[in-house]
């Protein structure tokens, strides 16, 4: 029996929603913004006849919240795990990119380059999100063999890991992008993680994004 891992990213924030929107990373914890909850629910409904034997969160409000309400027709706990957290974005949390750009344009320059190496002003790099989240993907892939579980993440996160097995440098992973309370889908083969399918979102979740 395969194993499998529904990968998904949390329902929208007020922050996410803003034009431009701000940026969050692990140091600002905003709740669901009504359209969030509307995400969370159109994620719940698309993962309902799916057996999931446990779901796993970032500790990270805006994540707990979306979980709970799409582990909800399973009677499973929301176990949270602090590695899972988003990454963290250090003095750009809360600000917009284009603010980032106009009062540190050399940071900005660095990380559009290449944000595997130069990270976030006074934050992570994706290389480090990377080696904090990984192993954790790899021991609930190992800890839930033949059974399908859920994982909820972040934009960063599931940037990083998803580009890690497609074998993508981490200098693209800002070309992969997860839409609000979107559904990855990994499974394990012969010992091997394969991307089955990537951000599936609900009609509903697709008009409110």
Do not use: C
């Not at 007020?14 to 034009?19: A, F, G």
């Not at 940071?107 to 006074?122: E, K, R, S, T, W």
């Amino acid at each position: 029996m395969k194993t499998s891992l529904f990968l998904l990213r949390h329902g929208a924030t007020r922050l996410n929603l803003e034009v431009p929107y701000r940026l969050q990373g692990s140091e600002h914890d905003e709740p669901l913004d009504a359209i969030g909850q509307a995400q969370a629910v159109g994620a719940r409904d698309l993962l309902r006849s799916v057996p999931l034997a446990a779901f796993y969160s970032s500790p990270l409000r805006r994540a707990i919240q979306t979980a709970e309400i799409v582990a909800m027709p399973h009677a499973l706990p929301v176990v949270p795990l602090a590695d899972l957290r988003e990454g963290s974005v250090g003095t750009w949390s809360n600000r917009t990119w284009d603010e980032i750009k106009a009062s540190e344009r050399q940071a900005y320059d660095l990380f559009m380059q290449n944000p595997g190496v130069h990270g976030y002003a006074g934050g992570e790099n994706f290389t480090q999100v990377l080696e904090r989240v990984r192993p954790v993907f790899y021991e609930l892939l190992r800890k839930h063999e033949g059974q399908a579980i859920a994982v909820m993440g972040h934009q960063i996160v599931n940037r990083v890991i998803v580009a890690d097995l497609l074998g993508l440098d981490l200098a693209k992973a800002r070309n992969l992008k997860f839409a609000n309370a979107g559904v990855s889908l990994i499974s394990m083969e012969n010992t091997q993680p394969l991307l089955v399918s990537l951000n599936i979102s609900w009609p509903a979740m697709v008009m409110l994004s």
